[in-house]
């Protein structure tokens, strides 16, 4: 660990947060290793510019995600094997709505190919209704249900790919998907639904053309990874 951890000024209303994201950073980084002793809470306070509560709250919140450990009289530690034990939704919700979109990106590639390759007439009616509904919704400028229709046309490719693990995963995605999408929403006008993209990605996984399926699966998350 650096001699000196430097962190981001904090803005936001939610500290406690902020500064969870921000220890957890560093120890996803490396900054902070196994076995090492975090600053004490004093001189976490100075580093953030928050008080005492903000800090042990996010403390805490890192002990019971199985990060840190505290030793009476020694101090907080970063455990030498440390393993996240939280909900894995709580850790989407820390992070940054561009690495969630990053991570997604790297499910759907997969899921969108095996999508297209194990998909099932059930499976082919579901997204459609989805996508028509995406589209009405876009039409009427309903916000509200484009979003949702959105998130449940992507999460019936997820049950095509017949893969638990990867539904499970992109349900996950989906809580906080749903955060992001309603950002961009306030600046609907601006906003660009890629509504060929989804047809040209429906028809991919309709034809069992995998390989497409991922090239236009990429192309819709790349636009929305820069608009983000």
């Known amino acids: 660990m650096n001699n000196e951890l ?20 560093k120890i996803s980084t490396g900054e902070i290793q196994p076995g090492e002793k975090i600053p004490t ?11 005492r509560s903000t800090i ?3 403390i805490r919140v890192l002990v019971h ?14 455990k030498t094997n440390p393993i996240i034990q939280e ?14 979109y990053e991570a997604r990106k790297m499910v759907e ?6 999508a297209a390759l194990r998909r099932d007439e059930t499976d082919l009616e579901t997204m459609r209704n989805h996508l028509d509904t995406r589209h009405s919704a876009l039409q009427n400028a309903n916000r509200e249900l484009y979003t949702k229709s959105d998130i449940k046309f992507h999460m019936s490719i997820a049950v095509a790919c017949k893969n638990g693990v990867i539904i499970d995963l992109f349900r996950s995605f989906s809580h906080v998907i749903t955060d992001a999408m309603d950002k961009l929403n306030n600046e609907y006008q601006s906003h660009d639904p890629q509504s060929d993209y989804h047809e040209k990605l429906y028809k991919s996984i309709k034809d069992k053309e995998p390989d497409l399926a991922a090239k236009y699966t990429r192309l819709i998350l790349e636009g929305t990874i820069a608009e983000l």
Do not use: C, W
Request: glycine share 8%.
């Open 6 to 25: 430097s962190f981001q000024p904090l803005k936001s209303r939610r500290l406690v947060d902020d500064v969870v994201y921000q220890l957890q950073h």
């Open 87 to 100: 909900p894995l939704t709580n850790r989407l919700h820390r992070a940054k709505l561009i690495e969630v």
């Open 56 to 58: 042990r709250e996010a």
């Open 41 to 51: 809470e004093p001189k976490l306070m100075e580093l953030f510019g928050v008080g």
């Open 109 to 114: 590639l997969e899921m969108a190919r095996l």
């Open 65 to 78: 995600a199985g990060l840190l450990e505290k030793k009476q009289g020694f101090g907080t530690y970063l």
